[in-house]
């Protein structure tokens, strides 16, 4: 009965300090706010998303295509609105690009926790 | 020792507590340490499951009837592996089972993401945390599985039917598959109050998602395996309430899978999915709920254990937070793209969706009318097999044919003109199968016509589509034939996987036809050495041998079975009486046809006194054909889950794209 | 963007009500279903039902050469009026006396009359033993 006891003990111990763990190991950080994506991150994201979808209908269509699933008239009456969304989308990402330059990304381990622009 | 298993349990309901509270308080207030230390706490609460987990194992394991739960669901005398599935045999161990699985994957899940969805995750870990909680509750304070008592000389036993090799998988399986959708679930819900309606939480849970709805599909079919072997009364399906608590989720799950294609695809019905995702966790925790509170067993009262009432209350809270959630984001859930064309892929998609659903309700309403009509008019009414069986057609013969449909037309629209010529091979099949079968006497079972006609359609669909596309490789410059197709595969798994996964189903279908519509019984009450027939095949009554085995006393009647003139060998029928158990079972003599897929099943009904016995037999056509299915089935989901190089660096590029660490 | 609202809510519309107007045919034309009534509730009913009890002594007869007779009480009663039942057709291997059964069938002359081969057993453990407190 006490080895369960003290058993169970190690365990509530080895659990707290699991949890506190990221307390322990930065008690002074320099921010401690979450790193999130703001506002033109967001958007950045969003057009990204549209962009990668337009480009995978127009691979999608051309696949089609080939297979015979799509006819030569139905491949003809598509493509054009798609490869002018293709377009527009990238072109939508490139002024968002302009406009607002990324800076500094931290590629390894955790974000330092500053972000600029 | 029990202690200990309480204790841990306690310090999961506590770091399930944490999780919740400063996960929430971390993800509003932004606190970076205070997030990373809500996800350690899932973490440590599946290690001090696992030791609770551990607790009983070794205490099941040792026969250490101290604990009540081990003297109520082992005997002595039972076999060690069942022994160990009686870990999840009983209330307490299957809830523990639950919470294991349960905190294992949320600690997976969000480990697996945080890298590159860190402020989807924030959100996700607090979702996580409040079905954990409500699950470590149950253990603790309602369901103790670590119970004690002055130990009795040996333990009750388990029921006989559930010694059986299916019943080892099958709860794991299912539980897999019940708690695997609490994965998109939560990350929905995350995603919903973030406010991060982006496709993240998608990508994020794809292969969750299709590993739950795998495990739950395999899960069932070892069930009605092991109903078709072990009961033994002749079929795989009884419509039974617990059998529909699988396969409801399963269904919304099914239609889950293809309506997020539409969303990853054109962006559109992001409300639906959500809801989708909805329907499918309610309904697992509801399956899970019908088996549990003894509704099932119990006609007349609404609640026979003390757990139901807790596990609707926690259904109504899911429900309804989740409803409140979605309408406070409907704004910006709007989708920029609409339907353009009632004849296009993502209407085909929409109509799968709206049977799945149809179907889906329908078996629910089957479910909870006799509990309405209890409420509503002090009497229940119980629906029959007629109900499901009619629906099941209605729903499910248009959804067969729409798997064939389906890949056949292109996204966004397709002009009938194309429809006409892609349609024309598999349409000729389809005519041709149905002439040839209704030549052959099909035609006895109109609902089973339609459906191998369909099956038709739908294989030919298949076929053409493997072969165009791995033509489309070859004139590609794929080196041989077998290397355009593996190429074509691996770089299409989801659409090739997802071909494989709906010729299961057809399989799936062609051997339900056959072992339902077209099946023959007969019976008689024979004296050894008298014999019966049915369809070609007779059986002759041979001896009546009684075996005893370890813990029952087994009556097997020996058969000779004939076919044709031809000895095809002998068959077993009979009972076991188990001793500890005090209980009968049925053992049915099975003989499976390698050619035909069709089985000769045999049930010794009544054994008399005097050695004659009352024989029950069928002939199932193609019934095999189902558990064949199975293995297609998982062939197809491996090959779609299987991790795919290519897509992993284009999620990489992306996250560069945006700026976000591209770390796991 | 000129177009009008999207197809889609009308499919699903059109959809939903597809599906009810099916299913109010369907109900109505097959009607809805047996009541579930317990023993005691049983008197004076006719028509077909689904009677759901426990199963009491004496056991007689052969369910495939005549029908077995036994009595139904209501669950939970210790003692109590009980209807004699007849029962022809697959006797499932949980039954005995003692056990809960559902069975439909119609009240005839005093008998419950059972439709053969309808018995099922409701033991707790059928499926997978949830239930706490019921013997196995």
């Known amino acids: 009965m006490t080895l369960a006891l003290v058993l169970a003990a190690l365990l509530a111990v080895a659990c707290v300090v699991v949890v506190a763990l990221p307390f322990l190991r930065d008690p002074e950080p320099v921010s401690d706010t979450l790193d ?61 690009g302009a406009a607002h330059p990324a800076v500094g990304v931290e590629e390894k381990g955790r974000p330092t926790g500053e972000r600029t622009s | 020792m029990a202690e200990l298993g309480r204790a841990a349990l306690v310090v999961s309901l506590s770091l399930s507590v944490y999780a919740l509270v400063a996960g929430a308080a971390a993800a509003h207030l932004g606190r970076r340490r205070l997030a990373f230390s809500a996800q350690n706490a899932l973490l440590a609460a599946f290690a001090s499951t696992l030791v609770a987990s551990a607790v009983l194992l070794s205490a099941l394991l040792r026969n250490d009837f101290s604990f009540t739960y081990v003297a109520r669901t082992t005997s002595e005398a039972l076999p060690t592996a069942y022994t160990i599935s009686a870990f ?142 072990e009961v033994g009364w002749g079929g795989y399906y009884a419509w039974d309430p617990v059998e529909n608590a699988a396969l409801m989720p399963w269904l919304a799950a099914t239609a889950f899978l293809h309506s997020v294609m539409i969303q990853e695809k054109r962006g559109m019905l992001r409300v639906w999915n959500i809801l989708l995702v909805l329907l499918a966790f309610s309904l697992s925790l509801f399956g899970t709920f019908l088996t549990r509170s003894g509704v099932v067993n119990s006609i007349h009262s609404f609640t026979q254990s003390s757990i139901g009432p807790w596990f609707l209350a926690f259904i109504g809270v899911v429900v309804t937070v989740s409803l409140a959630l979605v309408f406070w984001r409907l704004p910006k859930l709007r989708s920029p793209t609409k339907l353009e064309s009632v004849v296009s892929r993502e209407a085909a998609f929409l109509y799968n969706n709206l049977l799945l659903l149809a179907l889906c309700l329908t078996i629910f309403w089957g479910v909870v009318y006799p509990l309405l009509s209890e409420a509503v008019r002090g009497e229940a009414v119980v629906l029959g097999r007629e109900y499901y069986d009619f629906f099941l057609r209605i729903f499910g013969l248009p959804l067969l044919l729409l798997m064939g449909i389906g890949p056949l037309i292109a996204w966004r629209r397709a002009s009938l003109r194309s429809l006409l010529t892609t349609f024309r091979w598999p349409t000729g099949a389809a005519v041709v199968t149905g002439l040839v079968l209704l030549a052959l006497g099909a035609g006895s079972s109109v609902p089973g016509l339609i459906a191998y006609t369909f099956a038709a359609f739908v294989i030919t669909t298949i076929a053409l589509e493997f072969a165009r596309g791995t033509r489309a490789r070859k004139a590609l410059g794929a080196t041989s034939w077998p290397g355009a197709f593996s190429s074509l595969i691996s770089r299409n798994r989801r659409r090739y996987g997802g071909y494989v996964v709906h010729a299961a189903i057809v399989l799936l279908a062609i051997g339900i036809a056959g072992s339902s519509a077209f099946d023959t019984v007969a019976e008689a009450k024979l004296t050894r050495g008298q014999s019966m027939e049915i369809g070609d095949y007779r059986l002759e009554y041979r001896t009546l041998d009684e075996r005893i085995a370890a813990n029952a006393t087994e009556i097997r009647a020996e058969l000779a079975v004939s076919r044709g003139g031809r000895d095809l060998g002998t068959l077993e029928a009979g009972k076991n009486a188990y001793t500890i158990e005090e209980q009968v079972s049925n053992e049915v003599g099975i003989r499976s046809d390698p050619l035909t897929g069709e089985d000769l099943f045999v049930i010794a009904e009544q054994i008399d006194p005097d050695g004659a016995v009352y024989f029950r037999v069928f002939v199932k056509p193609l019934v095999n054909l189902i558990w064949i299915a199975g293995l297609v089935f998982l062939l197809g989901s491996l090959i779609t889950l299987w991790p795919d190089a290519r897509e992993q660096r284009r999620l990489v590029e992306r996250a560069r794209e945006i700026g976000v660490p591209a770390t796991r | 963007m000129a177009r009008t609202a999207s197809p889609a809510r009308l499919v699903i519309a059109l959809s939903v009500a597809a599906v009810l107007a099916v299913f109010l045919l369907y109900t109505s034309i097959a009607g809805g279903g047996n009541p579930s009534l317990a023993p005691s509730e049983l008197a004076g009913r006719s028509g077909e039902v689904q009677l759901a009890g426990l199963v009491v002594g004496p056991v007689a007869g052969d369910a495939h050469v005549g029908g077995l007779t036994f009595r139904l009480r209501d669950i939970g009663e210790k003692s109590g009026k009980a209807v004699p039942v007849r029962y022809a057709g697959s006797v499932p291997d949980l039954f005995k006396v003692g056990r809960h059964i559902v069975v439909d069938g119609r009240l005839r002359g005093g008998t419950f009359v059972a439709e053969p081969g309808s018995m099922i057993t409701k033991c707790p453990s059928k499926y997978a033993p949830k239930q706490t407190g019921d013997p196995a």
């Open chain 1, 36 to 96: 999130e994506l703001d506002a033109g991150d967001r958007r950045r994201l969003e057009l990204v998303e549209a962009r990668d979808r337009a480009l995978a209908a127009l691979k999608e269509l051309e696949f089609d295509h080939r297979t015979g699933t799509a006819s030569d008239d139905d491949y003809r009456a598509l493509v054009g609105p798609l490869r002018r969304e293709a377009a527009s989308s990238l072109q939508d990402l490139e002024r968002d």
């Open chain 2, 88 to 229: 999840w045999g009983g209330q307490e161990g299957s809830l523990l089972l639950w919470l294991l699985v349960l905190t294992g994957f949320a600690a997976a899940a969000v480990r697996l993401n945080r890298g590159w969805a860190r402020d989807l995750i924030v959100w996700v870990v607090p979702v996580f945390g409040a079905v954990s909680t409500f699950f470590a509750f149950l253990l603790v304070a309602v369901a103790n599985p670590f119970a004690t008592q002055a130990a009795p000389g040996d333990g009750l036993g388990m029921t006989p039917s559930l010694q059986n090799p299916y019943m080892l998988a099958h709860p794991p399986l299912l539980y897999l598959g019940y708690v695997g959708l609490t994965v998109p679930f939560a990350f929905a819900i995350g995603a919903l109050i973030s406010g991060r309606t982006d496709e993240r939480w998608l990508v994020a849970t794809r292969r969750w998602t299709l590993v739950a709805w795998t495990a739950l599909g395999i899960g069932q079919l070892l069930g009605a395996h092991w109903a078709y072997e």
